[in-house]
Nanobody
Framework: QVQLVESGGGLVQAGGSLRLACAAS????????MGWFRQAPGKEREFVAA????????YYADSVEGRFTISRDNAKNTVYLQMNSLKPEDTAVYYC????????????????WGQGTQVTVSS
């Protein structure tokens, strides 16, 4: 069982930056692949980024490639999402998620979810 708590959301102007963090409970954090997903009002929850347990494999959605960076600190049981050059279309609730071992881009592969943190980008 893994519990996830996101933080770092907020209101930012277009072109600005935010760093989200997701703290996980448990002693075996490194066995979990971690993903970030987002959901805008009236839209499906979509993949943003994912990282394997060791950090050796990383995936990004095309819409954020080159602007967002996912990373993890297994000693702190935390995964991060650094978001730069933010756009109004990045506005959404951002969720972190965990699954055993292999990072994927598929929402339904992830077993554990946080409550989400709101990111709002003004134009």
């Amino acid at each position: 069982q893994v519990q996830l708590v996101e933080s770092g959301g907020g209101l930012v102007q277009a072109g600005g930056s935010l760093r989200l963090a997701c703290a996980a409970s448990g002693r075996t954090f490194s066995r979990y692949a971690m993903g970030w997903f987002r959901q805008a009002p009236g839209k499906e929850r979509e993949f943003v980024a994912a990282i394997s347990g060791s950090g050796g494999r990383i995936y990004y959605a095309d819409s954020v490639e080159g602007r967002f960076t996912i990373s993890r600190d297994n000693a702190k049981n935390t995964v991060y999402l650094q978001m730069n050059s933010l756009k109004p279309e990045d506005t959404a609730v951002y969720y972190c998620a965990a699954r055993d071992f292999i990072a994927t881009q598929i929402r339904h592969d992830y077993k554990y979810w946080g409550q989400g943190t709101q990111v709002t980008v003004s134009s």
